[in-house]
């Protein structure tokens, strides 16, 4: 009897003690995340480069925000989702002006290696533009940044 008590400890030491199941790897982040400085534009099918600056902002807990030359404490953080599985990808940024109104701007994007390009509507970024494209006539605007390297 004693031994099969000892031998029912030890055994269930060890399957206390033997792995379970793998957990899930944890979500990838979209791969938007990171900085983006602006260096191009294209309206009306022509393609200039960017002259205003500006660095794009998307953090993986869903934060944007573009840098400019601000007072840190200006500093104004919007939310963004995208839907990457879309064709062709979506991304909605939800802008609260100075006066307390929320809008959400419906863009397009895509990312090739290190270049964004994302396109929206100049007459109204809440509607999402139907093709991603920019041609003569067109109210479509696609403007063009490149990831940055990350600081360390």
């Not at 400019?68 to 939310?79: A, C, L, N, S, V």
């Not at 959400?104 to 494209?133: A, M, N, Q, S």
Request: with cysteine; hydrophobic share 30%; net charge positive.
């Amino acid at each position: 009897m004693r031994m099969a008590i000892l031998f029912s400890l030890v055994a269930g030491s060890c399957a206390a003690a033997a792995p379970g199941p793998k957990d899930k790897d944890p979500p990838k982040p979209s791969p938007l995340v990171g900085e983006w400085e602006m260096v191009s534009e294209t309206a009306q099918g022509q393609t200039r480069p960017w002259q205003l600056g500006g660095i794009h902002v998307f953090t993986a807990d869903g934060k944007y925000r573009t840098k400019r030359d601000e007072p840190e404490g200006k500093i104004t953080w919007q939310k963004y989702s995208v839907d990457d599985k879309a064709d062709p990808k979506t991304l909605d940024i939800v802008i609260t002006d100075g006066t307390g109104k929320v809008n959400t701007w419906r863009w397009l994007y895509r990312i090739d290696g290190d270049k964004l390009e994302y396109c929206w509507r100049t007459d109204d970024h809440t509607v999402r533009p139907e093709k991603f494209e920019s041609p003569k006539g067109s109210v479509n605007m696609i403007h063009t940044a490149k990831r940055m390297e990350p600081k360390k």
